[in-house]
Structures are given as structure tokens and as C-alpha cells.
């Protein structure tokens, strides 16, 4: 049986490392995240990276993820002041980005979902 505990932390150091090799921003893992709750799963070293993360590995699920999961980062991100940002995988599928249309675009509502590497394009246009 796989632990879903496991599962979930070897996601978010995947992604941590995945992430420094497209920015060049280290994350670390908030294990705040497990007692308290309304924390981030990873925390970038550059203040003005802009999005609070939440990252979720399951086996499958629907498309743009869970509701109870963008509720999750809403929580975060308005505690941090960032933009709310959900990572995804399900089981033999790429990883998926879902981000806020505000966070592109001036007034946008709605949300976008794309993959790691546009996602990444968009950090570092928004950090330029």
C-alpha cells in the first residue's frame, strides 16, 4: 500500500528541484504545513517570488484539480500575500499548474491551468 504522506513529500522535493533548474530559486518544504495548517508547501529563498505554492500527487482526479485544493492555497496565499498557486500529478500524467487569470492579466478572472515549464515561463516574465 503506498503511504500517501511519503507520496506527497516526494512530489514537493520533485517539484523544489524542478523549480531550481528553471529559475534558479531554492524551495524548501514547510513542515508548518503539517501541524498548523494554511501554510505553503514550499517556501522559494527570493522574497519576491510571487505565488504561494500548493502541491498535491494523487492517483487520479478531476481536471484543474480538486476545489478543496484551490480553497487550500487561497488560504495560504492570502495569509502571505501572493498569488495562489495549485501543482498537480496524477498517476502516469505530466504535472499541472493552475494559477489565478489576475495573476497574468490586469482584472483577469477565472483561472488558467498550464504546465511546469509555461508556468515557469510566467514566474520569471513577472520577476524581470
Same mark, same amino acid.
Given at each position: 500500500m503506498v503511504n500517501g504522506r511519503n507520496k506527497g513529500a516526494?512530489?514537493?522535493?520533485?517539484?523544489?528541484?524542478?523549480?531550481?533548474?528553471?529559475?534558479?530559486? /531554492?524551495f524548501a518544504r514547510d513542515l508548518e504545513q503539517y501541524r498548523t495548517g494554511g501554510h505553503a508547501? +514550499?517556501?522559494p529563498d527570493n522574497e519576491y517570488f510571487?505565488?504561494?505554492?500548493?502541491?498535491?500527487r494523487y492517483r487520479d482526479g478531476p481536471i484543474g484539480g480538486a476545489p478543496?485544493?484551490?480553497?487550500?492555497?487561497?488560504v495560504a496565499a492570502e495569509r502571505e500575500g501572493k498569488f495562489p498557486c495549485l501543482i498537480y /500529478?496524477?498517476?502516469?500524467?505530466?504535472d499541472r499548474v493552475v494559477i489565478p487569470l489576475?495573476?497574468? +492579466?490586469d482584472g483577469g478572472?477565472?483561472?488558467v491551468e498550464t504546465d511546469l515549464q509555461t508556468f515557469c515561463f510566467i514566474v520569471r516574465e513577472l520577476m524581470a
Amino acid at each position: 500500500m503506498v503511504n500517501g504522506r511519503n507520496k506527497g513529500a516526494a512530489y514537493e522535493r520533485s517539484i523544489a528541484h524542478q523549480l531550481f533548474d528553471e529559475l534558479g530559486i /531554492k524551495f524548501a518544504r514547510d513542515l508548518e504545513q503539517y501541524r498548523t495548517g494554511g501554510h505553503a508547501d +514550499l517556501i522559494p529563498d527570493n522574497e519576491y517570488f510571487p505565488f504561494s505554492l500548493e502541491l498535491k500527487r494523487y492517483r487520479d482526479g478531476p481536471i484543474g484539480g480538486a476545489p478543496a485544493w484551490w480553497k487550500q492555497v487561497e488560504v495560504a496565499a492570502e495569509r502571505e500575500g501572493k498569488f495562489p498557486c495549485l501543482i498537480y /500529478k496524477y498517476d502516469r500524467k505530466p504535472d499541472r499548474v493552475v494559477i489565478p487569470l489576475a495573476s497574468i +492579466l490586469d482584472g483577469g478572472e477565472g483561472k488558467v491551468e498550464t504546465d511546469l515549464q509555461t508556468f515557469c515561463f510566467i514566474v520569471r516574465e513577472l520577476m524581470a
